[in-house]
Structures are given as structure tokens and as C-alpha cells.
């Protein structure tokens, strides 16, 4: 019995290596060497946006292959015409949501703990009158996010619209983060503040 649970866990595992590359290709995403999928992610490209995954990248949708499990696949998702995620060599996600309307930038060798969010964007108008249907996005707010090389952001984080998480910095479990984060710093906490450094 184990032997064929062995077996039929290698043959998912290879499944998934074929089919999360086709996902990719048929979606225009451009893919690096190496990169490795558990379970398939969903991947939405918005038309004129670009979408990159570098060499190794791990994007982990199954919660089987995780500590923590995850709640979801990984999601990848731009927004607009000209919005961009980029996800640098080395990086890996699980149950990551990702949202774009303007630019998400992950450095090489993130990691990124089970069911985190990152967007860019507001995604609805502040103003009051038709804010559901609105579709403005001159209306809408977006500021670019960039995680920079080496960050860990723990389980369930939450980084929101124009934030900067330094290089080798740390954050702590179910952070909701607002504000940049310098270089080599641990944040915390609703909203995320420092409570020590690297």
C-alpha cells in the first residue's frame, strides 16, 4: 500500500511539472529554468500586462506539500494593461495571492509562508457614489510593492499598496503591512511595526 502511494505521489508530482509549465505558456507567462509546481496555481494575465517567474521558483498549491497547508492555490493575477509581477530566482510561495494593477516585485530567495496576500492596488474608488461598478482606474489607487531580496513574511501577512519590505528583513505571522520596512528588520503586528532586526 505505501508503495503505491509512493508511486502515485511521483506520478502527481511529475503531472504537475508538465502541466504548470503549459498552464504558464498558455496564460504568456514567461517561465526561467527549473521552476517547480505543487499542485497548479490559477493564473490570471490581464491583456498588454506581463507576468515573470525566474529560475527555481517553487509555487506550492497543495497543502500536502507544505508545513502549514494552504487554503488556496497560489493565485498570480495583473489587473490592467502595463501591470507587471516579477518574481525573482530562488523565490518560493505558498498559497500566495498575488495582485497587480500597477507592479509586485519579489526579490531572489523569498520566502513566502501559507495564504498571504500582496496587491498594489485599492481595487475599488474611495468615492462613495458607484464605488462597486467603478472601473476607473484613474479612480482606483495603485502603488508599486517591492519585496526585496531574501525577505521570510510569515503565514497569513498581508502586504498592501506602495510598501517596500527591505532586504533580509522578517514578517511576523498574520502582519498587516502598510508601510515600508527597512533592510534587515523583523515587523509585527496590526499594523506591522518593528520589534527587532535581523
Known sequence: ?????????KLK???WQIAGKVLCKIHGVNIGEECEFYGLPIIVRYPGSKITLGNRVVLCSHPRFTDLGVNHPVIIRTL???AEIYI??????????ICAAK???IGKEVLIGANVSIFDTDFHS???INR???NDPDKIPALPVIIENNVFIGTGVIICKGVTVGENSIIGTGSIVVKDVPPSKIYAG???REISHV
Open 1 to 9: 500500500m505505501m508503495f503505491l502511494i509512493k508511486v502515485i505521489n
Open 13 to 15: 508530482y511529475h503531472y
Open 80 to 82: 490592467r494593461a502595463n
Open 88 to 97: 525573482d530566482s530562488d523565490a518560493g510561495l505558498s498559497g500566495t495571492v
Open 103 to 105: 507592479a509586485v516585485k
Open 126 to 128: 474611495k468615492e462613495p
Open 132 to 134: 462597486r461598478h467603478c
Open 190 to 192: 496590526n499594523p506591522a
